[in-house]
Structures are given as structure tokens and as C-alpha cells.
């Protein structure tokens, strides 16, 4: 039924909405545009940027593993299933992801952990959970949501690093009695500044985790 809905309705890309979409939600333009990160980008922020720009910043987290970069037609894909209007799109960005993360080589973690947020949105959509699954499945480790937030704080995109950083010191917290030991998968949809990565990293160091890389669709 899909296949022919699809033929009557053939599904557009996010970006420029031609009906060349095939990959990833984009058309084979949009998608050559994409700026790839993957392995070949800074450990620290998952990002092409130059060598030492990240390193004194000291992040709770050993490392960071994006797909590609925040910007342009990706950033379209990333909100497009940020908001749940297409979750064939986000079980295929789940997939990549976990796919990058099995090439990767990273230590095998015992627990898969979301960073904690706003949850499913208003279509009863999250694309955190679904990354989880794929990468739980990867890596054959359980998900343990055990990274809470204290309510009532806004958002907080229009703060730089460091006053993130002195929001989140209390904000975000584990859960009562969490015990975890050697290796950690933390998992968000978007890097920005690494300020909420570093908060929930270093309460899940404090658990007992040996070290905590984290994945993301952008960055």
C-alpha cells in the first residue's frame, strides 16, 4: 500500500521539495551538499574544525560521533524529524547512526543512555528513543533512561557554552541509585555548543561509568 500511495504521492525532498527525494529525505543535489563529519571530524565537537580549537575545553565525554554537519539541507532533515513529520526518515538516520557507531570502532558499552529532554513532541514522536534502539541493538547493550532534568527552566539555544554549562551544573541529575560501570553510549539529536553533552557525561561519570562517547545525528 505504501509502495502505491508513494506512486501517487511521490514523497518530496525536505529541502527543495523536487521529487528526486531518495536518500536521507534529500534529492540527490541536496544530499551532495551535505557536509559528512563521521570518523574523519574533531573528537571533541564532531565537527570539521581546526586542530586544538576543542582540546582546552575538557569535556566529561571522551568523544563525539556526528553524521554530518547542522547546516544547510542536513539541518532541514534533522528538524523535519525532530518535529515527527517523517519518521521513515528518522528510522534511516537511526540506522545510519548505529551503522557509523558498529565502523567506528569504540569500545562496546554496557548501557545505551538518551540525554534527557522534552520527550515525544506534540505528533507522540522521539527521535531520541528510536537512535537508542538502533543503537542498542549495535552494541547489544540495554537502555537505561536514568538522566533526568529538574523542571521549569526554558530553553536555553541563545547561551553560549559557558553559560549553559553553569545552567545545567544542578538541572540535569541520574536517577536514585544508578550504578554504572565501563563504557557509556550517550545519545542526542543535535551538538550545538556541548554544554548539556558535558553536564549529562560528568553525572554519568560520577555513577561509576569508565567513559562516555557520545552520538548525534548533527553537529
Known amino acids: 500500500m505504501s509502495a502505491f500511495i508513494d506512486l501517487l504521492f511521490p514523497p518530496l525532498c525536505v529541502c527543495c521539495r523536487s521529487q528526486r527525494r531518495q536518500q536521507l529525505g534529500l534529492c540527490p543535489d541536496c544530499l551532495a551538499r551535505v557536509e559528512l563529519t563521521g570518523l574523519s571530524a574533531c573528537i571533541r565537537c564532531g565537527r570539521h574544525c581546526p586542530p586544538g580549537k576543542c582540546a582546552p575545553l575538557g569535556h566529561g565525554y571522551s568523544r563525539v ?4 554537519a547542522y547546516q544547510g539541507p542536513w539541518r532541514q532533515v534533522v528538524q523535519n524529524v525532530k518535529f515527527g513529520r517523517d519518521r521513515a526518515v528518522a528510522r534511516e538516520l537511526a540506522r545510519e547512526l548505529a551503522a557509523l557507531a558498529k565502523a567506528s ?3 562496546l558499552p554496557r548501557a545505551v543512555v538518551p540525554v534527557p529532554g522534552a520527550g ?3 505528533r507522540n514522536f522521539d527521535i531520541i528513543a528510536m537512535m537508542c534502539k538502533e543503537l542498542a541493538v549495535t552494541a547489544g547493550a540495554p537502555i537505561q533512561k536514568v538522566l533526568l532534568r529538574r523542571p521549569g527552566r526554558p530553553p536555553q539555544v541563545e547561551l553560549n557554552y559557558k553559560g549553559r554549562l553553569e545552567g545545567l551544573e544542578d538541572y540535569i541529575y541520574t536517577a536514585e541509585g544508578t550504578m554504572l560501570e565501563g ?3 550517550l ?3 543535535v551538538y550545538t555548543t556541548g554544554a548539556t ?3 549529562c557525561a560528568r553525572a554519568l561519570l560520577v555513577t561509576g561509568a569508565g567513559r562516555v562517547y557520545l552520538f548525534v545525528l548533527a553537529a
Open 65 to 68: 560521533l556526528s553524521l554530518a
Open 105 to 107: 570502532g569504540f569500545p
Open 120 to 122: 515525544k513532541n506534540w
Open 183 to 185: 563504557t557509556v553510549w
Open 187 to 189: 545519545v542526542d539529536d
Open 197 to 199: 553533552a558535558d553536564a
